[in-house]
């Protein structure tokens, strides 16, 4: 019965509506990470060990 009623209501548009936003947000992750110069990709992976970047951090060692 619930098969029915769902096949009859044409949801099939909200899967591709779904698919196409996933598909766009997708490529604009990829076209982003392309486009991103060396430097700050070398920033961005030396924060975690940057000692100067939290400065009101105390070292625990």
Do not use: C
């Not at 766009?24 to 991103?36: D, E, H, Q, S």
């Not at 030396?46 to 951090?57: A, I, R, S, T, V």
């Amino acid at each position: 019965m619930f098969k029915d009623v769902l096949n009859h209501a044409n949801l099939s548009l909200y899967a591709q509506v779904g698919l196409l936003i996933f598909f766009l947000v997708f490529a604009a992750v990829v076209v982003r990470t392309i486009f991103r110069t060396r430097g700050e990709i070398t920033r961005w992976a030396k924060l975690p060990l940057d000692e100067f970047n939290n400065p009101g951090e105390q070292d625990r060692s």
